[in-house]
């Protein structure tokens, strides 16, 4: 499945130091949830709540029928056959992300670990991904992503994917990160995140749209993490500014831990 991108564009530039906002992993009560989830079921699943927004793990079903249609809209939307694609993985080597504002979920975004069942995209590309496997790596993969392009600010991307990371390198000591992508959506994740293409174009029968691989080193996310996170540096064009800092990662690992199942 192609990550989702709708030609997001960002926000005016703001101060640096205006910009940064204190992470409140949700510890407190929150204000119910817009899918008619109860007050005490909607903060279960909370990693981060920040001005404008929160992040949570999908983990109802109620949660995991609202993620599917918002993808669903958002992929046929952008022209995407998903009449055969199941939306959610029910996986238990994957976690969902669910982004909220004003009580109304925007966004989503899965990162799956690599196990015996493999990942999406060994479908199309299993010779590429196993190349890393006969290193003996551990892979992981991004996938079924969308998000209102309104939301879609550099705070909110940078979240999301910096919680991915968080699950993926610390939890489960992964090496490198596969995507999926529409071609004309590679030089996004190559500017934003340092992803690279590996691939030629072939047909991602899943959604019928064309596809190409994308590969990310974490020990590469490591080094932008360690010289950028949270200067909101904005001569470098990428989202690794906004991640988090690195000394919030250890309570963010430890709220992510609580939610695998």
């Known amino acids: 499945m192609q990550l989702y991108n709708d030609e997001i564009s960002f926000p005016q530039k703001r101060n640096a130091r205006s910009n940064a906002k204190k992470i409140d992993r949700c510890k407190t009560s929150g204000s119910g949830s817009s899918i008619g989830l109860s007050e005490e079921t909607y903060n279960q699943g909370c990693i981060l709540r920040r001005d404008g927004y929160s992040i949570r793990s999908v983990n109802s079903s109620l949660h995991r029928s609202a993620v599917s249609a918002l993808l669903q809209r958002m992929y046929s939307w952008r022209g995407y056959d998903t009449s055969s694609e199941e939306m959610f993985v029910n996986n238990s080597n994957w976690m969902t992300f669910e982004v909220s504002s004003q009580q109304q979920l925007v966004g989503t975004l899965t990162l799956g670990i690599d196990g015996e069942e493999g990942l999406l995209a060994d479908k ?138």
């Open 124 to 261: 199309l590309h299993r010779d590429e991904i196993n190349n890393f496997r006969k290193k003996k790596r551990k892979v992981c993969e991004l996938s079924k992503f969308a998000i209102d392009s309104q939301y879609g600010s550099k705070e909110v991307l940078a979240s999301l994917f910096h919680l991915s990371y968080i699950y993926a390198r610390s939890l489960h000591n992964a090496d490198d990160a596969f995507i999926e992508v529409n071609p004309r959506h590679a030089s996004f994740y190559k500017r934003m995140l340092g992803f690279h293409q590996i691939s030629g174009i072939n047909t991602c029968e899943r959604v019928d749209a064309p596809a190409v691989l994308m590969h990310l080193d974490l020990e590469y996310v490591d080094a932008k993490i360690a010289s950028l996170a949270d200067t909101h540096e904005y001569k470098d064009r990428s989202l690794y500014s906004y991640f988090f800092p690195r000394h919030e990662e250890e309570g963010l690992a430890a709220t992510l831990r609580r939610h695998i199942n």
